[in-house]
T-cell receptor
Framework: ETGVTQSPTHLIKTRGQQVTLRCSSQ?????VSWYQQALGQGPQFIFQ???????GRGNFPPRFSGLQFPNYSSELNVNALELDDSALYLC?????????????FGEGSRLTVL | SQQGEEDPQALSIQEGENATMNCSYK?????LQWYRQNSGRGLVHLIL?????REKHSGRLRVTLDTSKKSSSLLITASRAADTASYFC????????????FGTGTRLTVIP
């Protein structure tokens, strides 16, 4: 158990809809990173939040957006869903920026877009 | 895009044998990490090796790092059926990005 929780665990949406995924970070961690993992692939970095500010973004379009709250929990929002957005979305927390140490992952949210 | 590539993509061994997985990457790093993922679930951190280290051990795990070749290997000794999972290497770059870059993974199957 990493102490990182994600919700919902599974959800199904249709093309064009919007989705919000939630993540509670491990106690004491002020950085949250989001990753997208397509079937059979490695996780791809979406963005990272540090103390409520976005401080890094991968190669994802602006319809992928996020928030971090004062308690360091985070949301990932995806607008105008496309079929290719079907994936496992992973949240990870860390006590500092994610390139310097271990990441603590949640179990993920499995999104299916029909 | 992925930072690294694992090799092989899939590996099947008998229980008790050793499993070796390799990872190659492209840019200068400050650390390299290995993670394990059971089918469709979250990733679990296994071990971290810093760029100034060459070898590290943790239980049945042994990791090596060769920064001149931009490669790493993960050795799991005396494998067990419970080691069946996907294994990913991830790199933290020295400059330009403050996230981890994951490879494509090796799917390990340990046959009882």
């Amino acid at each position: 158990e990493t102490g990182v929780t994600q919700s919902p665990t599974h959800l199904i949406k249709t093309r064009g809809q919007q989705v919000t995924l939630r993540c509670s970070s491990q106690s004491g961690h002020n950085t949250v990173s989001w990753y997208q993992q397509a079937l059979g692939q490695g996780p791809q970095f979406i963005f990272q939040y540090y103390r409520e500010e976005e401080n890094g973004r991968g190669n994802f379009p602006p319809r992928f957006s996020g928030l971090q709250f004062p308690n360091y929990s985070s949301e990932l929002n995806v607008n105008a869903l496309e079929l290719d957005d079907s994936a496992l979305y992973l949240c990870a927390s860390s006590p500092g920026t994610a390139n310097t140490g271990e990441l603590f992952f949640g179990e993920g949210s499995r999104l299916t877009v029909l | 895009s992925q930072q690294g590539e694992e090799d092989p993509q899939a590996l099947s061994i008998q229980e008790g044998e050793n499993a070796t997985m390799n990872c190659s990457y492209k840019t200068s790093i400050n650390n390299l990490q290995w993670y394990r993922q059971n089918s469709g679930r979250g990733l679990v951190h296994l071990i971290l090796i810093r760029s100034n280290e060459r070898e590290k051990h943790s239980g049945r795990l042994r990791v090596t790092l060769d920064t001149s070749k931009k490669s790493s290997s993960l050795l799991i000794t005396a494998s067990r059926a419970a080691d069946t999972a996907s294994y990913f290497c991830a790199t933290g770059r020295q400059t330009g990005a403050n996230n981890l870059f994951f490879g494509t993974g090796t799917r390990l199957t340990v046959i009882p």
